[in-house]
């Protein structure tokens, strides 16, 4: 048992207000009386807890006449720490710098208590790490506004950059949800723009405020269907599925992959059938040539020919 285990456990036995002996704690704990001892001399010498020996009952207890004692606030074992300090790291690195000035205070007290813990700092940041790929840069004052509007539900006004015709227009968002999907942050909520709901990518707003309009609720089950019933980003339902075939050994990668929750996978004679739900198969479609030769477009017709059309196009780029 770890010493501020060990403490939490003497200070429930204290706090009932009567005596307690020496055997009681030993027992309670299944530690040494040498261990117990210090652990009663740190609570009182380092935390200022009014531990006395009251000779009459052959115990300890805090002093009846001192103020009520209770533990400083954020009082974790070494473990917990370390588990602190690795999911600040694994959140940080998810997008460096935006959640920084709001756990940078968290942070430095959690480095503080397990320091004083006599554990290495360190050993978390060295030793545990998360590399991105293909991770886009998004503004920290947009993120952290954006993420006080869907939690506080204030329509937004931005200006939203369109890759596909390099320009920015206006767009008035009622903000309903945050999603972090393949290393990009997204907002999920009504367009006015497009009377619909829709995805916006955080790293392509380009200006943010709050709009002067009351803020439209909505459905958590129609957002559910929306970023949830298809493949992808793309939202909304699925309107068809794609039926893949993979050759064996590819299938030992893709039959223990999730493309999506409703993925239907089959083992068949000569490899692995995937059938995946999707409304939009452009990112499919990406998913799909990563895999190369090693799998085939079995149906719809649709999907098996636009994947067939690149592939054709990449034979050509490359003579």
Request: charged share 25%; net charge neutral.
């Amino acid at each position: 048992m770890e010493r501020m285990d060990r403490i939490i456990g003497l200070h429930h036995l204290l706090r009932r207000g009567k005596p307690v002996r020496m055997a009681q704690m030993i027992e309670a704990l299944t530690v040494s009386r040498a261990t117990v001892v210090r652990d009663l001399e740190y609570m009182r010498d380092r935390m200022g807890a009014p531990i006395y020996f009251d000779r009459a009952a052959n115990g300890h207890r805090y002093d009846p006449q001192a103020p009520a004692f209770e533990l400083p606030g954020l009082w974790f074992n070494a473990s917990e720490l370390y588990a602190l300090l690795a999911s600040e790291q694994l959140l940080e690195t998810v997008q460096p710098g935006v959640l920084a000035p709001h756990i940078g205070p968290l942070k430095a007290r959690i480095r503080s208590l397990l320091e004083k813990s006599g554990q290495q700092v360190d050993t978390v940041t060295s030793r545990i790490q998360l590399l991105g790929s293909a991770r886009r840069r998004t503004e920290s004052a947009h993120f952290g506004y954006v993420a006080q509007a869907v939690l506080n539900g204030w329509p937004l006004d931005i200006g939203y950059h369109s890759r596909s015709r390099d320009e920015i227009t206006p767009r008035r968002v009622h903000p309903y949800r945050l999603i972090h999907y393949r290393e990009n942050w997204y907002l999920v909520g009504y367009c006015e723009h497009a009377r619909a709901l829709r995805f916006f990518s955080l790293d392509r707003i380009r200006r943010c405020t709050s709009a002067e309009t009351p803020f439209m609720p909505s459905c958590e089950h129609t957002l559910d269907r929306y970023v949830g019933a298809s493949f992808g980003i793309f939202g909304g339902e699925a309107r068809a599925w794609a039926v893949l075939h993979f050759t064996p050994q590819a299938a030992r990668w893709a039959a223990e992959e999730e493309w999506h929750p409703e993925q239907k996978g089959e083992w068949k004679e000569g490899g692995y059938e995937l059938q995946v739900p999707y409304a939009d198969g452009q990112e499919l479609i990406m998913d799909i040539l990563k895999y190369g030769p090693d799998v085939e477009v079995v149906g719809p017709e649709e999907l098996r020919e636009q994947v067939a059309a690149r592939v054709r196009e990449a034979a050509v780029r490359y003579g």
